[in-house]
């Protein structure tokens, strides 16, 4: 299959790093001794970088190294000169000496900063790093703090590991909060059946964000179906595709209810063309200026998108499920690509969930319905079968109503484990595996306009984090997050708890990871303290990045269960109480206010 890049589809390049090489700004001596060690780290760092980091859509993550070391602020002026042109998005200022913390540091108040301080001794790097966290905090400038735990040699050009791990953490986060900004969010269509995630609070999106807000009317889909204004080539190739490549599922109907074959056969062409439509609504198509539609062509500029489907749409017309299952996949019939953000239900929170997971971990995201909390006695009870292993302290059923990313069936594999992976490492096999892993069912009764859903049982053993923003009155956003992993049941046992949900649609089986404690205390506590009807599913455990991405955008996190060693906050979050760190990132997130505000 062909391997293709969608991003560059959409206005402006991708955000960069800036690489500040700070340094003592004494001449006759001093700075001299220390121009090239600085530089050389800054260039280090650049090149590590580059070489471990990729945006989502598949290209090289580029950094920008100051043209000079900075002793004093007008080269920190010149620097961000060369910053604001090259479009960088984050910064990382480097160095083993004591430099000038106010007069060389970055101002920029939109800007993610960290601050490697070599840990040395010959020089006083840490403290410099200190002063300078100080004076970031002082001036209301959170920046995240990376200070190596063994001591190193003056001239030693290595990173250490756990400073490689915080430059990587830091660097994905504050390239995601720089990837968001300015681009917008599409809503097709309005609130689904009174679900608040679909209401757009655009105080949200524009102050946490940086987002734009869209909107579109789901008529505009009828408008583009009538007057023909999608690709036709791409129509008929896909179509093709389709029937070759998408197994056909059991219509589980009742006889009064089944659609029939010629209006099975019309859904198809239906729904085909709804994704090509949905697609272009989001990233535009070159193609439809040569038809003739210049307005149409340019799209809405969308990282992340919605399609409310119930009721207005689906009560007439076929669902948006495979539109939605194969825009959020990360392959159609043109190859492999970069999987698109599309919320079902338009549900906007986790819309934005999933981009977040999606930009820190570059592959797709599953979108489920939260569904049951089946504890051992009642699973039991229903079938007869004993949970065992990983669910033997219950299990989540998590179950979209009607489509997943494809890659959710965990066709694809990492180190011989099931993974949804970047498009860019996934092999044509493994999208052979995941299409014949699906079948698309005719859509039951809750969808009067027929479609088609996707089945699928997520394989077993693969490490998930499932996270949800929600808003709360007067609060604002805050995240929730559960690192596990997906189990599966035998297959009788599966098939019963399936039939009594939907066994048209797509089921992971989920098991968090438990502390014994708080919200983590036991499966149901998790279900329990779920705070909304949906959740975004992530490959692997990526709560700590979730963290610190969170911390960027000031949305506090209520409920996770990653271990205090990998939380990664601004040095700031400290002075708000050490002793107990929820609490702290609560009044730090309040304190220092959204990042756009
Ligand atoms: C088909 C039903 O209306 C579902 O769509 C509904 O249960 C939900 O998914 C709610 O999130
Ligand atoms: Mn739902």
Not at 169 to 188: C, D, E, H, N, P
Not at 281 to 298: H, V
Request: some cysteine.
């Amino acid at each position: 299959m062909e391997r293709y890049q969608i991003g560059n589809r959409l206005q402006g390049s991708m955000p960069k790093i800036g690489i500040r090489p700070v340094i003592d700004g004494r001449r006759g001596g001093i700075r001299e001794s220390l121009e090239d060690v600085t530089m050389n780290m800054a260039k280090t760092v650049a090149a590590f970088l580059s070489e471990n980091l990729k945006h989502s859509n598949g290209l090289d993550v580029e950094c920008v190294v100051a043209d000079t070391c900075i002793g004093g602020v007008a080269e920190a002026a010149q620097a961000e000169e060369k910053f604001a042109r090259a479009g960088v998005g984050v910064t990382i200022t480097v160095t083993p000496s004591w430099c000038y913390p106010t007069e060389t540091m970055d101002t920029d108040p939109h800007r993610p900063k960290a601050i490697w301080g070599f840990n040395g001794t010959e020089r006083p790097g840490a403290v410099y790093l200190a002063a300078a966290l100080a004076a970031h905090n002082q001036k209301g400038l959170p920046a995240f703090s990376i200070y190596g735990k063994d001591v190193q040699d003056m001239g030693d050009g290595s990173i250490p590991e756990d400073v490689q791990a915080k430059l990587l953490q830091f660097a994905k986060a504050g390239l995601a909060v720089a990837t968001i900004r300015g681009k917008s969010y599409l809503s097709m269509g309005s609130v689904s059946m009174g679900i608040a995630g679909c209401i757009v609070d655009e105080t949200f999106f524009q102050d946490y964000l940086g987002m734009r807000n869209e909107y579109v009317d789901m008529s505009e889909f009828i408008r583009r179906m009538e007057r023909g204004i999608y690709d036709h080539d791409e129509y008929e190739k896909a179509l093709k595709w389709t029937k070759e490549n998408c197994r056909p599922g059991r219509d589980v109907n009742p006889p009064n209810l089944k659609r029939t074959d010629e209006q099975k056969e019309q859904d198809w062409e239906t729904v085909v063309k709804m994704t090509l439509i949905a697609r272009d609504m989001m990233i535009g198509n070159p193609k439809l200026a040569e038809m003739g539609y210049g307005e149409e062509a340019l799209g809405r500029n969308a990282l992340a998108a919605g399609f409310q489907g119930q009721r207005a749409w689906t009560d007439h017309f076929p669902n948006g499920d495979f539109m939605e299952a194969i825009l959020t996949s990360s392959f159609d019939w043109n190859g492999i690509r970069e999987p698109f953000m599309l919320a079902t239900e338009n549900d906007t929170l986790n819309g934005i969930t999933m981009l977040l997971g999606h930009l820190l971990t570059d592959a797709a995201q599953i979108f489920a319905d939260v569904r049951t909390y089946w504890s051992p006695d009642a699973v039991k009870r229903v079938t007869g079968h004993e949970l065992a292993g990983r669910a033997a302290n219950g299990i989540i059923h998590l179950i979209n109503s009607g489509p997943a990313a494809l890659d959710g069936t965990g066709r694809q594999t990492k180190n011989g484990q099931p993974a949804m992976k970047p498009f860019w490492e996934i092999t044509d096999d493994e999208v052979k595996a995941c299409l014949e892993a699906t079948q698309w069912c005719p859509a039951v009764d809750f969808f009067r306009g027929g479609g088609y859903s996707t089945d699928f049982t997520t394989r077993e053993g693969m490490p998930v984090t499932m996270a949800r923003i929600n808003l709360i009155k007067g609060l604002g956003p805050v995240l929730q997050l559960a690192e596990g992993y997906t189990v599966e049941l035998p297959d009788d046992v599966h098939a019963k708890l399936d039939e009594r949900s939907n066994p048209t649609w797509p089921t992971t089986w989920f098991v968090p990871n438990l502390t014994g404690q708080g919200a983590f205390k036991d499966v149901y506590s998790v279900m329990n303290n779920w705070g909304s009807n949906h959740a975004a599913l992530s490959y692997g455990h990526i709560g700590d990045r979730l963290i610190t991405l969170a911390s960027m955008l000031r949305i506090p996190v209520c409920m996770h269960n990653v271990s205090e060693e990998r939380v990664f906050r601004p040095s700031a979050w400290t002075a708000f109480g050490v002793l107990e760190p929820v609490g702290a990132d609560y009044r730090a997130c309040a304190n220092f206010g959204p990042l756009y505000r």
